[in-house]
């Protein structure tokens, strides 16, 4: 066993050690983490924006030649957006709200149903490449069943009688399965950054292992 004797692995063992404090219940030092996160996201989020985005997008541009006058446009359009610290002139966000708004429907909406619709149909579709193998077979057929039986159980213009009722039980198996699937996984994912810290704690800090 050997403990280390870094300064930055102590402060960031204790600051670990604070912030699994709340597990416990709600007290000084998880606040205090807390507040020391918080501040530390913002201070780095400012500087990536400030060296990364202002000085070559905007300062550079528009002070050294070639001047790309045409960007004063934006640059006006997102001070707009500061009007709602004032109750004067609050109304100044509407616009630009409006464009990012209009812009941001107008790019994603052919994306999204490119990628959410077109895509998913076609994935769908029982085609003879993905019978290619016994494997490959069960697993088109299931998502096959699985979309259908899926979109019957959504289908609220119709009694649930006979074999439409059924169909709209296996809907529901396969929502099921795939909510547990989500969940599985984020419970997962929340397992592997507590073994991260864990052997962080143990290996890094205390040297045990």
Do not use: C
Request: proline fraction near 4%.
């Amino acid at each position: 066993m050997s403990i280390s004797t870094s300064i930055w692995i102590w402060i960031a063992a204790l600051l670990t050690l604070m912030i699994y404090s709340f597990l416990y219940k709600d007290n000084p030092f998880y606040r205090l983490a807390e507040h020391i996160f918080m501040g530390l996201s913002l201070g780095y989020t400012l500087v990536i924006l400030w060296y990364d985005y202002i000085i070559p997008r905007i300062y550079q541009p528009l002070f050294f030649s070639p001047h790309q006058w045409s960007l004063i446009f934006p640059i006006l359009l997102g001070m707009m957006t500061f009007g709602i610290f004032s109750k004067k002139y609050n109304w100044l966000i509407k616009y630009p709200l409006a464009f990012y708004v209009s812009a941001f429907a107008a790019i994603q909406i052919p994306v999204m149903l490119r990628s959410w619709i077109l895509k998913q149909v076609e994935a769908s579709f029982l085609t003879p490449d993905k019978f290619s193998s016994v494997f490959n077979s069960i697993n088109a057929i299931l998502i096959f069943v699985g979309l259908v039986t899926t979109l019957i159980y959504f289908y609220f213009s119709k009694k649930r009688e006979h074999g439409f009722g059924a169909a709209a039980t296996v809907g529901i198996v396969f929502i099921m399965v795939a909510f547990g699937a989500a969940f599985g996984y984020t419970v997962m994912a929340r397992i592997s950054l507590l073994i991260g810290r864990m052997q962080f704690l143990i290996q890094d800090w205390l040297g045990i292992m």
